[in-house]
């Protein structure tokens, strides 16, 4: 199995920095689609941003990018979300997730990732 346990949310103010982390325990060197996804009160979760850990090809939601930065570190098995000119919009709870196999491409959606961490809370106010 995979677990996943998420870290380094907080509050900050509109215009701060935050980085995420994501500690996976898994070693394995199968290929896996690795996630961030975020959900407000009263919203859908909805996906952030993703990479495969075949290519390191990241992929994000228009709303985040050139603000957000999606990588892993391969040898510690942690993924990391740095999220930059924070705004009120990207309040909410954050998740990582995983999916085994090769279509990363394809894994936009919440429902195709099999694993999940607890989440991590994000506020970020005006």
């Known amino acids: 199995q995979v677990q996943l346990v998420e870290s380094g949310g907080g509050s900050v103010q509109a215009g701060g920095s935050l980085r995420l982390s994501c500690a996976i325990s898994?070693?394995?060197?199968?290929?896996?689609?690795l996630g961030w996804f975020r959900q407000a009160p009263g919203k859908e979760r909805e996906g952030v941003a993703r990479i495969d850990t075949s290519s390191d090809n990241p992929r994000y939601a228009d709303s985040v990018k050139g603000r957000f930065t999606i990588s892993r570190d391969g040898a510690k098995n942690t993924l990391y979300l740095q999220m930059t000119s924070l705004k009120p919009e990207d309040t909410g709870t954050y998740y990582c997730?995983?999916?085994?196999?090769?279509?990363?491409?394809?894994?936009?959606?919440?429902?195709?990732?099999?694993?999940w961490g607890q989440g991590t809370q994000v506020t970020v106010s005006s």
């Open positions: 997730a995983a999916r085994s196999g090769p279509l990363c491409a394809f894994s936009s959606r919440p429902s195709v990732y099999s694993y």
């Open positions: 898994v070693n394995t060197n199968s290929p896996f689609c």
